[in-house]
């Protein structure tokens, strides 16, 4: 069954450092997403990334950040200037036409 | 009043139980909604889609309640298994975006 992967599984990081997360979504997926989780609390939306472009952002993903699909696979996540309260895991998720989207492992991303 | 909002719990049952949840939503104009279920540390994985005629699958039954905007799901015969955080999902209307519900805590007791 084909599924959403993230690389790496976890990252740790100085303060204000760049980080990038790597995800691969599903081969005839057409809709990306970025989401975080801050531990303890709830999944919050941070991207949606359609046709080479960004679709929709929240006012979570500011300046710091920023995607990318470097090529017809890979769908990144940058994100500049971390700081503490960066530290979340990361999920990266895509669909198809319909809306139901497949979320991958994630990435847990701890800035010191 | 929050996008999504959720009992958080924990909701403990015995093995074997019925439990329902509920989750209200705030733009009525919504669509598309959604089930998740999240183990601890680990991604959310589709459980159902939330269909206006309602959505049955095994021992889990999702309904929508358009008028009092709220969606629910009933699980029968609970399992150990079962035991897991269960994420209430909402796509608003002209939206790419996906709202999560703070989740509700299921522990299935022996």
């Known amino acids: 069954e084909p599924e959403v992967t993230q690389t790496p599984s976890h990252q740790v990081t100085q303060m204000g450092q760049e980080v990038i997360l790597r995800c691969v979504p599903i081969s005839n997926h057409l809709y990306f997403y970025w989401y975080r989780q801050i531990l303890g609390q709830k999944v919050e939306f941070l991207v949606s990334f359609y046709n080479n472009e960004i679709s929709e952002k929240s006012e979570i993903f500011d300046d710091q950040f920023s995607v990318e699909r470097p090529d017809g696979s890979n769908f990144t996540l940058k994100i500049r200037s971390t700081k503490l309260e960066d530290s979340a895991m990361y999920f990266c998720a895509s669909r198809e036409v319909s809306d139901t989207q497949y979320f991958g492992p994630g990435t847990r991303l701890t800035v010191l | 009043r929050k996008e999504v909002e959720q009992d958080p719990g924990p909701f403990n049952v015995p093995e074997g139980a019925t439990v329902a949840f509920n989750c209200t939503y705030s733009n009525s104009a919504s669509q598309s909604f959604f089930w998740y279920r999240q183990d601890c540390r680990k991604e959310p994985k589709l459980l159902m889609s939330?269909?206006?005629s309602g959505n049955e699958d095994g021992r889990f039954t999702a309904q929508l309640n358009r008028a009092s905007q709220y969606i629910s799901l009933l699980i029968r015969d609970s399992k150990l298994s079962d035991s897991a955080t269960y994420l209430c999902?909402?796509?608003?209307?002209?939206?790419?975006?996906?709202?999560f519900g703070t989740g509700t805590r299921l522990k299935v007791l022996a």
């Open positions: 999902v909402v796509n608003p209307p002209g939206t790419y975006k996906y709202i």
């Open positions: 939330v269909y206006s």
